[in-house]
């Protein structure tokens, strides 16, 4: 008897039209609910509207607003337990050294994500911290052993 769970939802914030289909594609045939949004202000609106279980953040684009959006993701009360995977092309070291003299005024460095990966990512790394950050990892091996 096979009880029907229901999918993660993870919204993924890209611009790149070739990254949205990568993870859209490699999140959804991993039994997962990929959820895409492009503009910086229409982001927040969503997560609060609709609380994913997961965020995948490119911090790369949108002129810096990422920042900004993680920032208030993490202060904000309701949202800073969702996880977040930052992407970047910078190493992790590079990206929070120019995080942190970019814009000094509005509020120093970033607070540590909770996975940060390299683009572009690798399908079966990004997979597994998803896997880990959702909780899907341990469901899976338990119905496996069934």
């Known amino acids: 008897m096979s009880l029907e769970t229901e999918k993660k939802k993870?919204?993924?914030?890209?611009?790149e039209p070739e990254m949205q289909i990568f993870l859209s594609n490699l999140l959804n045939t991993s039994g997962f609910d990929p959820v895409i949004a492009e503009s910086g202000?229409?982001?927040?609106?969503?997560?609060?509207?609709?609380?994913?279980?997961?965020i995948i953040l490119n911090m790369m684009r949108f002129r810096g607003r990422q920042s900004v959006l993680y920032r208030t993701l993490k202060m904000d009360e309701k949202l800073r337990a969702i996880p977040v995977i930052m992407l970047s092309s910078l190493?992790?070291?590079?990206?929070?050294y120019y995080q942190r003299f970019k814009n000094p005024a509005v509020g120093g460095a970033l607070p540590e994500p909770e996975a940060f990966i390299l683009?572009?990512?690798?399908?079966?790394?990004?997979?597994q911290v998803v896997q880990m950050l959702t909780g899907s990892l341990k469901s899976q091996t338990v119905e496996e052993e069934v």
């Not at 202000?41 to 997961?54: G, H, K, S, W």
């Open 10 to 15: 993870i919204l993924v914030v890209d611009d």
């Open 41 to 54: 202000t229409a982001q927040l609106d969503e997560i609060i509207a609709d609380v994913p279980d997961l």
């Open 91 to 96: 190493d992790r070291k590079t990206f929070f």
């Open 119 to 127: 683009k572009p990512p690798e399908a079966e790394e990004l997979l």
